[in-house]
């Protein structure tokens, strides 16, 4: 034989030899696809955001500021023939912090209180809100009294400052009204 004309054909038979040699040594299996058994993610619910309650009464409140005296006592009698829920309530006690009748901010204040106190589910959202509004009408009364009772110790100082000032004058009319008294260096000057 000639070694010579196969030597091109002899890397190409060792390699086919080689390669099924190698599949010769794996077990011959029917492999069906495997999906590995993971855990299911938890579902991650996203919280369904409150709805927010304190938004338009803000709005309402900056609405209101806006108003005259008169048509805040319009918007007054409109609300008070609606139906009583937390939110009127509130809206109730708004307009009553504008308007500036007698006892109408410790009316606002009771209103408020009465939905910070509510046991109504519907009341739960506005609670905060009410608290800080009656904080505020409770702040406000008091400030209010203060300036009405230095508006009336000015009052009476005031009055007092008059009366002293009328006696002033009335000394000073006695004063003018007596006859001069002669000095003692003037006589004694005059007799030399």
Known sequence: MNIKS????LPLCLSLALLLAGCAQKPLAIHYPVTPRVAPLPVAVAPVAPRDEVAPL???HQSLRRMTQGELLKELSGITLQQR???ITL???LILMLTRGGG????AQSIFDSVATSNEPEAEGLKPLAQLLSSH???ARRLSD???RLALQLRETQR??????ETLEALKAIERGLPVRPTSGSSTAGSR
């Open 85 to 87: 829920t937390p939110k």
């Open 91 to 93: 809206q109730t006690g």
């Open 58 to 60: 803000l709005a309402y």
């Open 160 to 165: 007092k400052s008059d009366q002293l000032g």
């Open 137 to 139: 009408c409770a702040e």
């Open 104 to 107: 109408d901010l410790a009316r």
């Open 6 to 9: 196969n030597a091109p054909g």
């Open 146 to 148: 203060t300036a009405d």
